[in-house]
Nanobody, 129 residues
Framework: VQLQAYGGGLVQAGGSLRLSCVASGRTFSSSAMGWFRQAPGKEREFVAAISWSGGSTLYADSVKGRFTISRDNAKNTVYLQMNSLKPEDAAVYYC???????????????????????WGQGTLVTVSS
């Protein structure tokens, strides 16, 4: 699976952005997907995840209620809608795909970096205050 993330940019605090991640390969529809971010000098952190069916989602507490993850399996694309952006949301955002761990089912979601098998190149989000 190859992942291409795009949609980052410069936005004012309180604004919105939508990130997209397009996947190539036949395993997208059976892969759980996630978004992570990494700010300068910080470790990569979990943002949101969605099961392969789209029926289950998981969010970091810091983005809950502001960000929404979704996917369109027909388009091999996962999205991250980011609203009410804050300066602390500024980071490089990465999408990732997981082929599953343990009993991988339609509701499986993952929040740990090592649960993911493929990573995109990242897209930069800058939030001005």
């Amino acid at each position: 699976v190859q992942l291409q993330a795009y949609g980052g940019g410069l936005v004012q605090a309180g604004g919105s952005l939508r990130l997209s991640c397009v996947a190539s390969g036949r395993t997208f529809s059976s892969s759980a997907m996630g978004w992570f971010r990494q700010a300068p000098g910080k470790e990569r952190e979990f943002v949101a995840a969605i099961s392969w069916s789209g029926g289950s989602t998981l969010y970091a507490d810091s983005v809950k209620g502001r960000f929404t993850i979704s996917r369109d399996n027909a388009k091999n694309t996962v999205y991250l809608q980011m609203n009410s952006l804050k300066p602390e949301d500024a980071a490089v955002y990465y999408c990732a795909a997981s082929l599953g761990r343990g009993t991988h089912h339609s509701g499986s979601v993952y929040s740990r970096t090592y649960d993911y098998d493929y990573w995109g190149q990242g897209t930069l989000v800058t939030v001005s205050s």
